[in-house]
């Protein structure tokens, strides 16, 4: 097993003519994904890396069965396309588009819950469970089947911890996105990896802004039997300021990395100082 | 995107949000001329993109004519947090009979908007939150439906024993709401909001926070952006689809994505360096984005060598690798460079740097040794 994504995952790409949509169909088909369908509105009947292109998503779904959606429109027309997904019947949206207005995803994740939809980001690198799916941008080189589950908000440092994961390597690795409003958080997926018998350890990647890490904290302390390794960037970040990540600012004294490495360790969450050290913690306590 | 307390009236203003009358000045004469105008006594407010400028003594009351020229004149040019006080607003002094609270911004971890109210205003509102947690309203917006007029309705009769008071909080905050979903805020803000000596609401200090991500479809916003407040390499790095912040220490980073390159700051301070920046390449960087992000990086006087670090995903470090060379082609380079480029056509990248004297390394940890030890030796 793993989570989101599988062998089952039959899916649809949203934006599929664009550079980066194109581009990441082929490899996500190389990888060995199901991708099922394409959708850019006015260029249905194309076939793009022999993928049929449709002009709806309600069009492409009757076709093709698709199960899952992943997102590559522009920021201004992403919020349009995770609903048109929702209505059309998809129950997995990976949007991956970065920059979508906070109240554009406000909107489709209030109406996501109304239609038991999840959806995963905005601004985020996908879903990837090795071996089996890949549903997201990440190079397939960093990632290895095993049993190790991560969740992150990061991109690029989901794939650098990854790939310390060494020989345990991975059952799924999410990426929930660096926005201050995403639709899929922490505590969502510990839930899933709690449950999932193929995961026997997690790795929680947080960053500062917010709270999300003191709260999926709390819920590994009440919930988590398995064990749990949790990173934090931004220890060296300056208040006040957007680390790139929308999320990614710490103000008013919230937020902060040390406070979150503080709400970790009461919750016996080990910390990982640097990525490197993940192998030899995971041997110790696999 | 953060916008000025005298820019904020004014859209409040436009919003049907009663505010006290009010002028910017520049200089001491013309906030003489708008006191006169305004009738006296006058308080002179500093108008600075940062927080805590009353405690910084940018917020003064004026009594008589004469005072206000020297009392502008003492806080036009004052330095608030690193800021220059280039205006000021002159405004009129409101009698105040109860001060409150009111704000709305998005709750992430309930996904939503909410808003909050406090009787007791004209504090930092954090603290109250953090002090006294029951003087804090907080109301959940169902973003499908808009704040309704029942939620409002019940916080001013909370706040306000009248009727008549309570209806009027009620129409403000609509407007609040209003504003907030019109043009795409992140924070809206009045604190204190007043119950005057005449017995009306007035928006006496107004905060407006914009969101970054969708500025692009409210052009109306760009005029209000103040560059005086940004730093002008941040700005460049930003018109060449990067992100850049400076900092104070003397190890240069180039690295893709904002969560790998906050964690490799945070390894250089672990193995003893100080990064002189965060910079983040973004996606799909050129040889060119690369070349940019070198320039910027160099003209800070401190940097004493270039860590570059990249897990390439769609970055290519091929494009990388070319661009490095490019950089150095273009300028005498004296620095030191470490990259250590893994991921998506990492072999071409190598190839690429064979013969190029750029230090080179495969582990994360090995990389940012090397440059805090470079950054040691040239110092």
Do not use: W
């Not at chain 1, 090795?130 to 990061?154: D, L, T």
């Not at chain 1, 060494?166 to 990426?175: D, L, M, R, W, Y």
């Not at chain 2, 984005?289 to 060598?305: E, F, G, H, Q």
């Amino acid at each position: 097993m793993s989570i989101l994504v599988d062998k089952n995952t039959r899916l649809l790409v949203q934006g599929i003519t664009g550079r980066d949509g194109a581009f990441h169909t082929r490899m996500m088909k190389e990888y060995g994904t199901n991708v099922v369908a394409g959708v850019t509105p006015g260029k249905g009947g194309q076939e793009i890396e022999g993928v049929p292109v449709f002009n709806s998503v309600e069009q492409a779904v009757k076709a093709t069965d698709a199960n899952a959606s992943i997102i590559f429109v522009p920021a201004g027309f992403a919020g349009d396309a995770i609903l048109e997904a929702i209505f059309a019947g998809i129950k997995l949206v990976v949007c991956v588009t970065e920059g979508v207005p906070t109240l554009d995803a406000v909107r489709a994740i209030a109406v996501a819950r109304t239609h038991n939809t999840r959806i995963v980001g905005p601004n985020c690198p996908g879903v990837i469970s090795p071996g089996k799916a890949k549903v997201g941008i990440m190079p397939a080189s960093a990632f290895q089947p095993g049993c190790v589950g991560v969740v992150s908000r990061s991109g690029t440092l989901t794939y650098e911890i990854a790939a310390n994961t060494g020989e345990f390597g991975q059952s799924t690795v999410v990426g929930i996105g660096g926005d201050p409003v995403i639709g899929t958080s922490f505590i969502d997926c510990l839930k899933m990896f709690q449950d999932d018998p193929e995961t026997k350890a997690i790795v929680i990647v947080g960053e500062i802004g917010g709270n999300d890490e003191e709260r999926a904290a709390e819920f590994v302390q009440q919930y988590v039997t398995k064990p749990v390794f949790g990173f934090i960037a931004g220890q060296t970040a300056p208040p006040d300021k957007r680390m790139g990540h929308a999320g990614a600012i710490i103000s008013a004294g919230s937020g902060t990395a040390e406070e979150k490495i503080r709400a970790f360790q009461s919750a016996g969450i080990d910390i990982i100082y640097e990525p490197e050290q993940l192998t030899e913690r995971l041997r110790a306590k696999l | 995107m953060k916008i000025h307390e005298y820019q904020a009236k004014a859209i409040f203003s436009d919003t049907g949000i009663p505010v006290p009358r009010e002028k910017l000045a520049t200089a001491p004469p013309e906030a003489k001329k708008a006191a006169e105008e305004i009738g006296l006594p006058v308080v002179l407010k500093a108008q600075v993109l940062v927080g805590g400028r009353g405690k910084a003594g940018g917020v003064k009351k004026a009594e008589k004519l004469e005072d206000v020229e020297s009392i502008a004149g003492q806080i036009l040019g004052m330095n608030i947090k690193g800021l220059e006080v280039t205006k000021l607003l002159v405004s009129e002094c409101v009698a105040i009979k109860a001060e409150f609270y009111l704000g709305i911004t998005i709750d992430r971890a309930r996904r939503k908007p909410v808003l909050i109210a406090s009787a007791a205003g004209g504090v930092d509102i954090e603290e109250v939150a953090k002090k006294t947690p029951e003087k804090i309203i907080k109301i959940e917006i169902n973003p499908l439906l808009g704040l309704l007029p029942f939620q409002a309705r019940n916080v001013g009769m909370a706040l306000l024993s009248e009727a008549k008071l309570a209806t009027e909080f009620t129409s403000l905050a609509l407007k609040l709401y209003r504003l907030f979903i019109q043009r795409d805020c992140s924070l809206v803000e009045i604190n204190p909001l007043v119950l005057t000596g005449g017995g009306t609401l007035l928006a006496l200090d107004a905060k407006i926070n914009f969101d970054d991500n969708a500025l692009f479809r409210h052009p109306e916003n760009e005029s209000l952006r103040d560059l005086s407040s940004e730093e002008p390499k941040e700005i460049e790095a930003k018109n060449a689809g990067l992100s850049y912040i400076k900092l104070s220490g003397n190890v240069g980073c180039i690295v893709n994505g904002a969560g790998l390159a906050m964690a490799t700051m945070d390894l250089i301070k672990r193995f003893g360096g100080e990064p002189a920046n965060f910079l983040d390449v973004g996606g799909s960087s050129s040889p060119e984005k690369m070349v940019t992000a070198m320039r910027i990086i160099l003209s800070d006087p401190s940097v004493r060598v270039i860590l570059v670090n990249i897990f390439g995903g769609i970055t290519r470090c091929d494009d990388i690798a070319q661009g490095l060379i490019q950089a150095k082609n273009e300028a005498d380079i004296k620095v030191p460079i470490v990259a250590r480029l893994v991921g998506t056509n990492a072999d071409r990248a190598c190839a690429l740097l064979a013969d190029s004297p750029v230090l080179s390394a495969t582990k994360m940890s090995e990389a940012v040794k090397l440059a805090v030890a470079r950054a040691k030796e040239a110092e």
